[in-house]
């Protein structure tokens, strides 16, 4: 198994920033992506950012050029660098890994989420 732990989020005013971090834990054996997601109330869960063990990343049309997202794989932790945000970018967000751990196949794991609220 493996366990991925968020912290970082907060309250913050539009057009501040926050750096949110995750880490992994459990002896994963190997993590080929980690990544972000967000649910908004009311809303659905959605991707937010992406990146891989070589480093190439992906990120949701909303947030390019805001957003930064980051890995240090020998700590297996995973970054997320919020700027410029906006009262929409409020919502849970959530750490998600796909990865492989001893006695496992290749599986997907979720954080428990941590609360980012932008006021205007």
């Known amino acids: 198994q493996v366990q991925l732990v968020e912290s970082g989020g907060g309250l913050v005013q539009a057009g501040g920033s926050l750096r949110l971090s995750c880490a992994a834990s459990?002896?994963?054996?190997?993590?080929?992506?980690m990544g972000w997601y967000r649910q908004a109330p009311g809303k659905q869960r959605e991707l937010v950012a992406t990146?891989?063990?070589?480093?190439?990343?992906n990120y949701a049309d909303s947030v390019k050029g805001r957003f930064t997202v980051s890995r240090d794989n020998a700590k297996n932790i995973v970054y997320l660098e919020v700027t410029s945000l906006k009262p929409e970018d409020t919502a849970v967000y959530y750490c998600?890994?796909?990865?492989?751990?001893?006695?496992?196949?290749?599986?997907?794991?979720w954080g428990q989420g941590t609360q980012v609220t932008v006021s205007s």
């Open positions: 998600h890994a796909v990865a492989t751990a001893t006695g496992s196949g290749l599986g997907t794991y």
């Open positions: 459990g002896r994963p054996l190997s993590i080929p992506v």
């Open positions: 990146i891989n063990l070589g480093g190439s990343t």
